[in-house]
């Protein structure tokens, strides 16, 4: 494959910017990561990572050692771009804030030059790629951009969100389709030359706004589909039916695949794109809405059912107050096996569990060192200890480390019985 790019900058070295940034560095592609955070900086400059994900130390550790990768909190000239920042909610609401994507894209503009490309990858509502480029275009007015000059412009725009699995990254990267929308025709032919340095999926072409929205409709169909079990884990509760025993009679018809109940939806995407989407048609956006509401209300109705295990436990402990009932809580995480906690429904709940309970929490959490924020009250144990010395259990994620723990009658157990 011909070569063009000598320099590539990756913005944000989070949970998809170290791994891409690690997947081109792979390919000896010189890569200049940056980050606001000092610490990951440092960590990542000494063949570190400050995140779980499998393969990626090695990955990481190798590119810095051959010089293909170097992390920097100050931008540096390159001739292509990828910006993977956060894009959360605005204000505690459910409006996209764009805050982080126009802070780097305000921080890339004084270093471009003509034939740069510039690539969003960050998860985005619908129009953000335009936004992107007014924000260059407002710094730069010494550049022609797309929105102004189509084909013949100086800088190129694209968007390519991520599509990949944590805990399955860095197979992902490479193997899955990727969506790459220009801003024009030339914009996406030169976004398609960059991926194909490591991607051996297919890409496909479309404009930036599609290429928007095919993100934001995959994690709400996966949103929906969720909601259905959860909603149904819930009215079997109450009908005494076992949710997972029904699930996989239904599942038995060669047209049906529910998914597995839990204890609502996380991570930064599922649990927030679909939002995006009701925020830019939110007299549309109908079922999306409700299926984000039945998910998001998920963790109210687990916190009731670890209210009545422990009035089971203080009526057949009628000497014991709650005060005197130790709670422990396993799985922080929105997802086993990896140490993600953005928009973790279990974490809701720990920290809601922490606030009203009297007595001692305890919480298991094998894949973190520290608990954060409020749950710092907490004390962070080993599963046996927890499993030897808590009255009440409560099992929010199914993490390999804590799956062999027996559990007493006192429990509230969200993981799918073992065969």
Not at 39 to 49: E, H, L, P, S
Not at 116 to 131: R, Y
Not at 162 to 181: A, T
Not at 288 to 293: K, P
Request: net charge negative.
């Amino acid at each position: 494959m011909k070569r063009m790019f000598g320099t590539i900058s990756v913005i944000g070295l989070g949970y998809i910017g170290l791994p891409t940034a690690a997947m081109f560095a792979s390919r000896k592609i010189q890569v200049i990561g940056v980050d606001v955070n000092a610490d990951a900086v440092a960590t990542i400059n000494r063949g570190q990572i400050h995140i779980v994900e499998p393969d990626l130390d090695i990955a990481v550790q190798a590119a810095v050692q051959q010089g293909y990768l170097r992390a920097t909190t100050e931008v540096e000239q390159a001739e292509a771009f990828l910006i993977a920042v956060p894009t959360p909610f605005l204000n505690g609401s459910h409006e996209p804030d764009l805050s982080y994507i126009e802070a780097a894209s305000r921080a890339i503009a004084p270093v471009l030059a003509p034939g740069n490309l510039v690539v969003l990858e960050s998860t985005s509502p619908v129009g953000a790629t335009e936004q992107m480029a007014a924000w260059l275009a407002e710094e730069r007015p010494d550049l022609t951009f797309p929105q102004t000059h189509g084909e013949q412009s100086d800088v190129r725009i694209a968007h390519c969100p991520e599509r990949v699995l944590p805990g399955k990254v860095m197979q992902e990267l490479i193997h899955n389709d990727r969506v790459i929308g220009g801003l024009s025709p030339r914009c996406s032919e030169m976004a398609v030359s960059l991926y194909r340095h490591f991607v051996q999926g297919e890409c496909f072409v479309t404009h930036a706004r599609t290429a928007e929205m095919a993100k934001l409709t995959e994690n709400s169909f996966r949103d929906v589909n969720i909601a259905f079990a959860n909603e149904l884990s819930m009215i079997c509760d109450e009908l005494d039916i076992d949710v997972w025993e029904l699930i996989g009679l239904a599942n038995r018809h060669p047209r049906v695949n529910v998914l597995q109940p839990g204890p609502g939806v996380g991570g930064h995407c599922i649990a927030v794109d679909p939002w995006f989407i009701v925020s830019s048609s939110p007299e549309r956006a109908k079922l999306i809405r409700t299926a984000r509401e039945v998910n998001d209300g998920k963790p109210e109705w687990v916190l009731e059912k670890v209210r009545s295990a422990i009035g089971a436990y203080l009526m057949e402990n009628s000497g014991k107050s709650a005060a005197d009932v130790s709670l422990a809580i396993y799985g922080l995480t929105f997802k086993p096996d990896i140490d993600d906690l953005r928009e973790s429904p279990a974490m809701k709940i720990a920290e809601a569990l922490l606030v009203e309970h009297p007595g001692d929490v305890f919480v298991v959490e094998p894949h973190i060192n520290e608990l954060p924020g409020i749950l710092k009250r907490a004390e962070l144990i080993e599963a046996v200890q927890a499993n030897e010395h808590a009255d009440v259990h409560v099992i929010l994620v199914d993490h390999q480390k804590i799956s062999d723990i027996g559990i007493s009658k006192f429990a509230v157990d969200l993981r799918k019985p073992r065969k």
